[in-house]
């Protein structure tokens, strides 16, 4: 009745333990729809990780939410220090944090004003100073850092370290990175942690050489909870099959079926993030040409659905509903049967599943 996401627990937790073990300083990131797990699952998860891994001195002393209204979920499952990746700002959910909790937040700075604002604000408070990348998102340039550094001071004050969020799947990340710390060690800061996001191994291995006087943490979501597809499987449920003819009605805007085969109904809709993907290929004039000439069924404005029936994608028979999708399956291929699971491809950090089952 439900779309499920199905983990194969096993090897799902001996992923996680050897992304951990493989990466010292690492920082869980929890954020969002949890990757399809949510927050709170992923947060107990931590924990139990935190409980596991310290025989191998690895340790998982620190995770990292998005937001500030996603704290009180993670910090009521995880006991350790959690990192919120928004940066603090002087107004919002910022200000509305428990003081019980206050304590175990570390949190993110990315504006000059905003240092002397936050220490007035919470004289005790732990943060990172984030700089600026190619990314342009959030960040001070080496001149705010420069400042921070002077408001600082050398004394002790809550400053846990520097945070650089970098783009996906650029060539190398090292000569930028590189840059960034040279910005660090000139500006004085006191510190010789950063935090990073999207290195790979060999790129954290290159930085641990190049730079032995700095610890480098990586924050890590998809490669750790995502990083082993072959542990998860999504499926939907067959809820109802109709056979239809050439011109039959069926659906909410009555439009009718362009050839004899079945309407199969399956649990999924927008509600869970099901979505209409992008029109298959080519869609000029002469394509649909030739595949209403084919007897395509894109040629007559059905869109592919994320749904596949034996291995193959299926078409949506119309827009998805709130909780059901109707497909078409023309007549030839074999009709799944009400009760049946089929395969659904979805964007994890994008869905709501009905129900997740570590199995
Ligand atoms: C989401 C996020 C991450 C984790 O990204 P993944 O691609 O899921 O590993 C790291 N750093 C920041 C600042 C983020 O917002």
Known sequence: MSLNLTVDGERWRSHLLRTVRTH?????????????????????????LADHVDDTGAAVDM??????????????????????????????????LDARIATRVVHTVSRREDLSALREHDP?????????????????????????????????????????HLPLNTTSHLGEVSRL??????????????????????????LATTYPDFTVRPRIGTDLW????????????????????????????????????????????????????????????????????????DAVGFVRSPFSIDGKQRLFAEPPHMQASMLFVPSGARVPCVG????VRVRFTATDFDRVVIA
Not at 24 to 45: D, E, H, Q, T
Not at 133 to 159: C, I, V, Y
Not at 182 to 190: E, K, R, T
Not at 340 to 343: G, K, L, V
Request: glycine share 14%; net charge neutral.
């Open 24 to 48: 010292p300083g690492i920082v869980p990131v929890a954020k969002g729809n949890g990757y399809g797990l949510s927050v709170a699952r992923l947060a107990r998860r931590a924990q139990w």
């Open 63 to 96: 995770i990292a939410v998005g937001t500030y209204d996603e704290v009180a979920e993670a910090a009521s499952r995880y006991a350790g220090d959690l990192l919120v990746l928004t940066p603090w700002r002087p107004f919002g959910a910022a200000l509305d």
């Open 124 to 164: 005790d408070a732990r943060f990172v100073l984030e700089q600026l990348t190619s990314m342009l998102r959030h960040g001070m340039t080496r001149r705010d850092l420069a400042a921070a550094a002077a408001a600082l001071g050398s004394g002790r004050s809550g400053l846990r370290g520097v945070a650089m």
């Open 181 to 206: 710390i040279n910005d660090i060690v000139a500006s004085g800061l006191p510190t010789r942690t950063v935090f990073v996001s999207h290195l790979t191994e060999a790129e954290l291995g290159r």
């Open 226 to 297: 995502l990083g082993d597809r072959g542990a998860l499987s999504v499926t939907a449920t067959v809820l109802d099959v109709h056979e239809v003819e050439r011109g039959d009605t069926f659906g909410y805007r009555g439009r009718s079926a362009p050839k004899q085969g079945h309407i199969v109904v399956v649990s999924g809709g927008t509600a869970h993030g099901i979505g209409l993907e992008a029109p298959t290929g080519d869609q000029s004039l002469k394509a649909r040409a030739a595949t209403l000439a084919r007897g395509g069924l």
């Open 340 to 343: 049946e699971d089929i395969e």
